[in-house]
């Protein structure tokens, strides 16, 4: 039997031996979305709340731990930790540094690509909440398109939109969460923020409507800039029409309640 590529191999994870001594956060709450579906505008949302730190993308997943030595890796066998282990605390504290910061009493985590790593985050954090946030297939894949200036075409933009789209609506039928669909959050925001402080166990505040303008990334990590407009959430454009979604996408505009079903064959 040929050997199994690095990439074939499963990452081992666990969930943490006593939570209450190797996690520093409480009930972090995760938004899992595709790319360009509106998290930027959740996160700012969310992080205007008194109770709730949302801050920029932080990729903590990335993270890594590495042994230095084949004696480092012994004593840390020896005291019960593995790599995974490791770098679970790693994350756990760089999410609490910055929460204790702000002073606020939870985390918000949007992180698009998270959704690839949904199993181990809920290994990670076992009281983690997830948010999982939606929006139509087809206009996910137009502002994907959109955002690449030239890096792909429509297809490939569609393809590669579509890889997330899958991840999410895969952590959708393993987590329990509340689901959230962007032309929702921009027709009725206050509705869809009630709702979600419901889920939370945090109480409304006006004041996430009126979240001013805040840069989404900060200095020092790239020049891309998106602002939110202050006053008001700015709606949503149009859908598309039928016949401008892609073929590649129908499936999951379905599985989503964009369209309708198609007719199973007798």
């Known amino acids: 039997m040929a050997a199994?590529?690095?990439a074939a191999v499963e990452e081992s994870f666990r969930p943490p031996a006593d939570p209450k001594v190797d996690r520093l956060l409480v009930a972090p709450i995760f938004i899992l979305s595709p790319v360009r579906s509106g998290s930027t505008l959740l996160r700012a949302l969310l992080n205007a709340h008194s109770m709730l730190h949302a801050p920029h993308e932080l990729h903590v997943r990335r993270l890594r731990v590495e042994f230095g030595t084949s004696l480092a890796e012994k004593a840390m066998g020896a005291l019960g930790h593995e790599?995974?282990?490791?770098?679970?605390?790693?994350?756990?504290?760089?999410?609490?540094?910055?929460?204790?910061?702000?002073g606020k009493t939870f985390v918000v985590d949007k992180t698009p690509a998270n959704a690839f790593a949904y199993r181990r985050i809920a290994a990670c954090w076992p009281d983690a909440r997830f948010v999982f946030l939606l929006r139509?297939?087809?206009?996910?894949?137009?502002?994907?398109?959109?955002?690449g200036a030239g890096k792909r075409t429509p297809e490939e933009a569609a393809l590669d939109a579509l890889r997330y789209m899958k991840a999410v609506q895969r952590a959708r039928g393993a987590l329990s969460g509340c689901t959230v669909r962007y032309e929702d959050l921009t027709a009725d925001p206050?509705?869809?923020?009630r709702r979600l402080c419901d889920f939370l166990g945090v109480p409304w505040e006006p004041g996430m409507l009126t979240y001013g303008e805040q840069a989404v990334l900060e200095k020092g990590l790239g020049d891309w800039k998106d602002k939110i407009r202050s006053g008001s959430v700015q709606p949503a454009r149009d859908l598309p029409g039928e016949r401008e979604i892609p073929e590649s996408l129908r499936p999951m505009c379905e599985s989503w309640g964009y369209l309708p079903r198609a007719a199973e064959p007798t």
């Open 4 to 6: 199994r590529t690095p």
């Open 83 to 102: 790599r995974a282990d490791l770098e679970h605390l790693l994350w756990d504290r760089v999410l609490h540094r910055e929460l204790v910061k702000s």
């Open 136 to 147: 139509h297939p087809a206009s996910v894949a137009s502002s994907w398109y959109e955002a």
């Open 190 to 193: 206050e509705a869809e923020a």
